[in-house]
Nanobody, 115 residues
Framework: QVQLVESGGGLVQAGGSLRLSCEAS????????MGWFRQAPGEERDLVAA????????YYADSVQGRFTISRDNAKGTLYLQMNDLKPEDSAVYYC????????WGQGTQVTVSS
């Protein structure tokens, strides 16, 4: 059974930084591409960043390009999202996803950026 557990969210002032983590278990982590989505109240869940199984390829939404960095440690089975220069519009619940035989989701972690 796949389990994804996010952590690292919190309250931060605009311009600040946070690093989210997503610990995976139940599958061979290094076999699968991973991603981060976010969902603000009343909004759809949007893809923020994605990374290939090896980490050699990444994707970023235009809104976070240059500010966020996705990475992974396959030995630790952990996905990261380094978020710098945070803006109030980055406030949302952030979810990690594993794209395997089906999509596996974590429970989410709240990020709140105050102006």
């Amino acid at each position: 059974q796949v389990q994804l557990v996010e952590s690292g969210g919190g309250l931060v002032q605009a311009g600040g930084s946070l690093r989210l983590s997503c610990e995976a278990s139940g599958r061979t982590f290094s076999n699968y591409a991973m991603g981060w989505f976010r969902q603000a109240p009343g909004e759809e869940r949007d893809l923020v960043a994605a990374i290939s199984w090896s980490g050699s390829s990444t994707y970023y939404a235009d809104s976070v390009q240059g500010r966020f960095t996705i990475s992974r440690d396959n030995a630790k089975g952990t996905l990261y999202l380094q978020m710098n220069d945070l803006k109030p519009e980055d406030s949302a619940v952030y979810y990690c996803v594993m794209w395997g035989d089906r999509d596996y989701w974590g429970q989410g972690t709240q990020v709140t950026v105050s102006s």
